[in-house]
């Protein structure tokens, strides 16, 4: 089961900025990006639910970080139905984000309290997930609707939470933008756990890429305040 309530989850989604995505089949793999990743500041990760076996992945993934991460609050993406939300929700999954909005996926997360973000393409459909008691919705693919399109939403409901995921970068100028348009935090995945850091293995350029995001992160909210 979760080990965070998912007050606590999105309490410290909002206060980090930032949730890394990622996936891999190669267990020793990720847990040398979980470790970068916490190293560099990181108390969140989202694994993709995207590989066979993943589940397994995750169970061993997520054993790990009771173990050796303190604080370490791992979740999963890319969930499509509540079967696979249920599977990863006894694995321990504290958070489970989705690219669609789906009600089945809804009621399995809240029946056990955990935290979960609809992806969402409309202004109806954004509110129907809020209807369902999603507290941060996902905007995806990113890149696709933009700055402008959070801007346009915020207009008429200034409280909706939005998380992009999809085309966002680490450089300031990109996430600038993201965070001027009034989203709450940004899912990064690629840009962030490169294919070259997991080809050389050099865990601690990631570990430093992250410290370094994460504090431009701040700054940049600090100067929009």
């Known amino acids: 089961m979760a080990k965070y309530t998912r007050i606590e989850v999105i309490n410290k989604i909002i206060d980090s900025g930032m949730v890394p995505l990622f996936y891999h089949s190669d267990i020793e793999v990720a847990k040398n990006v979980l470790k970068a990743c916490y190293r560099g500041g990181s108390r969140l990760l989202e694994f993709t639910n995207r590989g066979d076996f993943a589940i397994e992945i995750f169970k061993n993934l997520n054993k790990f970080a009771h173990q050796e991460l303190p604080g370490m609050i791992l979740g999963v993406g890319s969930v499509t139905n509540s079967s696979s939300a249920s599977q990863y929700i006894l694995a321990g999954a504290n958070f489970v984000i989705t690219p669609v909005f789906r009600k089945d996926i809804a009621k399995i ?117």
Do not use: H
């Not at 300031?172 to 990064?188: Q, Y």
């Open 109 to 225: 997360c809240n029946r056990r309290k955990v935290l979960w973000s609809a992806g969402c393409g409309s202004l109806s459909e954004i509110s129907k997930a809020e209807e369902m008691g999603c507290e941060l919705i996902k905007l995806f693919p990113g890149n696709i609707y933009g700055p402008e399109f959070v801007k346009a939403i915020k207009g008429p409901q200034p409280w909706t939470s939005i998380m992009p995921t999809g085309g966002v970068t680490t450089s300031k100028e990109n996430l600038k933008d993201w965070f001027d348009s009034g989203v709450s935090c940004v899912g990064i995945g690629s840009k962030l756990i490169s294919k070259s850091i997991l080809i050389d293995k050099d865990y601690k350029v990631l570990e430093e890429k992250v410290k370094e995001t994460l504090k431009l992160i701040q700054e940049i909210r600090k100067s929009l305040s």
